[in-house]
C-alpha cells in the first residue's frame, strides 16, 4: 500500500469486477480501512455500476482501480472521465490493465500508449506508467476467461493520473498587459482676452455703439462691372499670334476657334445655282460639280475629288 501514497483520513474508492477474487478483494478493502483509519472512508464500487452510482463531484482523494490481484479489467472512455469528476481536484487514480505490447487491428486491448492518452483525454495530468511486468497463470486465466481474449503478447502496467487543482468549470481571470493608448494631444489653453474679442453676441448686434461694417461697401464700382471676355484671355490668346486655344480653356477661345472651322468647311462646298443638286441627276444642269453622285440631304456634306472639280 505505500506505492498509493494512502494516509488516515483520506476517502478511497476501490473499483472492482466479476474477474476479482473475492477472498483478495477483501484483504485489499481491509487493509485500506486500517490505513485510512475508519471503515467509512472506504467506498467498494462495481466498475458495470459506477456509471449509475450517485457519487457527487469531487468525492474521493484515492481511487484504486483494477489492483485486486489476479483481476483483469478493462477500462473504457467513459469509465475513466467517470473516475476523473468524482476524484478530488489533487486526487490520484491507480489503475492497472493488461495491455498489448504490439498494435493489433480491432482489438479490445489498448497498447500502454494508447492507455495513458485515454487517461490524458478524460481530464488527468501528469499520466505516467509506473510498473510493467508479464501476467501471471492466474491473470492470463481471467483473461481467457472474463475477456475472452487469447493473446501471447501481454503486459500488465500500473499507471497513475492527477486530477489538476481545480474544478470542471472553474474559471480566473487573466491578467492581459494591454497598452493603453496614448492621450490625445492637449490643446493650448486660449486667452481669454483675445476669446472675447472675436466673439460676437446677439446683443452685440443690437448694440449701437459697435461699429458693424457692411460687406457691399467693400466693393468698389469697377468689381460691379461685367467683365469683358477678351480681358479674361490668357497671353497666347493675343492678336498678332497664331491663335491657338490653351489645354483646358476657359475664355471661349476653343469653341470660337471650332465655330470658325466649321464655318470654313461650310464656305468650301460649292454652292449650286438652281438649288436642285441635292435630288440627284434628274434635276441637274449639265455643268453640275455634283453630277454623276448619288442625291443627298439638303445641308448634308459631300466630299468631292479633285478630278470631279477640275472636270466640271
Same mark, same amino acid.
Request: glycine share 6%; charged share 25%.
Given at each position: 500500500?505505500?506505492?498509493?501514497?494512502?494516509?488516515?483520513?483520506?476517502?478511497?474508492?476501490?473499483?472492482?469486477?466479476?474477474?476479482?477474487?473475492?477472498?483478495?478483494?477483501?484483504?485489499?478493502?481491509?487493509?485500506?480501512?486500517?490505513?485510512?483509519?475508519? #471503515?467509512?472512508?472506504?467506498?467498494?464500487?462495481?466498475?458495470?455500476?459506477?456509471?449509475? $452510482?450517485?457519487?457527487?463531484?469531487?468525492?474521493?482523494?484515492?481511487?484504486?482501480?483494477?489492483?485486486?490481484?489476479?483481476?483483469?479489467?478493462?477500462? $473504457?472512455?467513459?469509465? =475513466? *472521465? #467517470?473516475?476523473? @469528476?468524482?476524484? @478530488?481536484?489533487?486526487?490520484?487514480?491507480?489503475?492497472?490493465?493488461?495491455?498489448?505490447?504490439?498494435?493489433?487491428?480491432? !482489438?479490445?486491448?489498448?497498447?500502454? !500508449?494508447?492507455?495513458?492518452?485515454?487517461?490524458? =483525454? !478524460?481530464?488527468?495530468?501528469?499520466?505516467?506508467?509506473?510498473? @510493467?511486468?508479464?501476467?501471471?497463470?492466474?491473470?492470463?486465466?481471467?483473461?481467457?476467461?472474463?475477456?475472452?481474449?487469447?493473446?501471447?503478447?501481454? =503486459?500488465?502496467?500500473?499507471?497513475?493520473?492527477?486530477?489538476?487543482?481545480?474544478?470542471?468549470?472553474?474559471?480566473?481571470?487573466?491578467?492581459?498587459?494591454?497598452?493603453?493608448?496614448? $492621450?490625445?494631444?492637449?490643446?493650448?489653453?486660449?486667452?481669454?482676452?483675445? *476669446?472675447?474679442?472675436?466673439?460676437?453676441?446677439?446683443?452685440?448686434?443690437?448694440?449701437?455703439?459697435?461699429?458693424?461694417?457692411?460687406?457691399? #461697401?467693400?466693393?468698389?464700382?469697377?468689381? =460691379?462691372?461685367?467683365?469683358?471676355?477678351?480681358?479674361?484671355?490668357?497671353?497666347?490668346?493675343?492678336?498678332?499670334?497664331? @491663335?491657338?486655344?490653351?489645354?483646358?480653356?476657359?475664355?471661349?477661345?476653343?469653341?470660337?476657334?471650332?465655330?470658325?472651322?466649321?464655318?470654313?468647311?461650310?464656305?468650301?462646298?460649292?454652292?449650286?445655282?438652281?438649288?436642285?443638286?441635292?435630288?440627284?441627276?434628274?434635276?441637274?444642269?449639265?455643268?453640275?460639280?455634283?453630277?454623276?453622285?448619288?442625291?443627298?440631304?439638303?445641308? #448634308?456634306?459631300?466630299?468631292?475629288?479633285? $478630278?470631279?472639280?477640275?472636270?466640271?
Amino acid at each position: 500500500m505505500a506505492e498509493f501514497g494512502i494516509s488516515a483520513g483520506q476517502l478511497v474508492a476501490v473499483i472492482w469486477d466479476k474477474s476479482a477474487p473475492t477472498e483478495a478483494l477483501k484483504d485489499l478493502v481491509d487493509k485500506l480501512q486500517g490505513l485510512t483509519g475508519s #471503515e467509512d472512508r472506504v467506498s467498494v464500487e462495481n466498475i458495470n455500476q459506477l456509471l449509475q $452510482s450517485a457519487h457527487k463531484e469531487s468525492s474521493f482523494d484515492i481511487i484504486l482501480s483494477g489492483v485486486v490481484p489476479g483481476s483483469t479489467i478493462l477500462h $473504457s472512455a467513459e469509465v =475513466l *472521465a #467517470e473516475m476523473a @469528476r468524482i476524484l @478530488r481536484p489533487g486526487g490520484c487514480l491507480f489503475l492497472k490493465e493488461p495491455v498489448e505490447t504490439a498494435v493489433v487491428n480491432n !482489438s479490445k486491448v489498448k497498447t500502454a !500508449s494508447k492507455l495513458c492518452s485515454a487517461l490524458t =483525454l !478524460s481530464g488527468l495530468v501528469e499520466v505516467k506508467e509506473l510498473q @510493467r511486468e508479464p501476467l501471471n497463470p492466474e491473470e492470463m486465466r481471467s483473461v481467457q476467461d472474463h475477456l475472452g481474449y487469447n493473446s501471447n503478447s501481454l =503486459l500488465s502496467v500500473q499507471i497513475t493520473g492527477k486530477k489538476p487543482n481545480f474544478e470542471v468549470g472553474s474559471f480566473s481571470q487573466l491578467k492581459l498587459s494591454i497598452t493603453k493608448k496614448p $492621450s490625445p494631444p492637449v490643446k493650448p489653453a486660449v486667452d481669454p482676452a483675445a *476669446a472675447k474679442l472675436w466673439t460676437l453676441s446677439a446683443n452685440d448686434m443690437e448694440d449701437e455703439s459697435m461699429d458693424l461694417i457692411d460687406s457691399d #461697401e467693400l466693393l468698389d464700382p469697377e468689381d =460691379l462691372k461685367k467683365p469683358d471676355p477678351a480681358s479674361l484671355r490668357a497671353a497666347s490668346c493675343e492678336e498678332g499670334k497664331k @491663335r491657338k486655344a490653351c489645354k483646358n480653356c476657359t475664355c471661349g477661345l476653343a469653341e470660337e476657334l471650332e465655330k470658325e472651322k466649321s464655318e470654313a468647311q461650310k464656305s468650301s462646298q460649292p454652292k449650286s445655282a438652281c438649288g436642285n443638286c441635292y435630288l440627284g441627276d434628274a434635276f441637274r444642269c449639265a455643268s453640275c460639280p455634283y453630277l454623276g453622285m448619288p442625291a443627298f440631304k439638303p445641308g #448634308e456634306q459631300v466630299l468631292l475629288s479633285n $478630278s470631279n472639280l477640275h472636270d466640271a
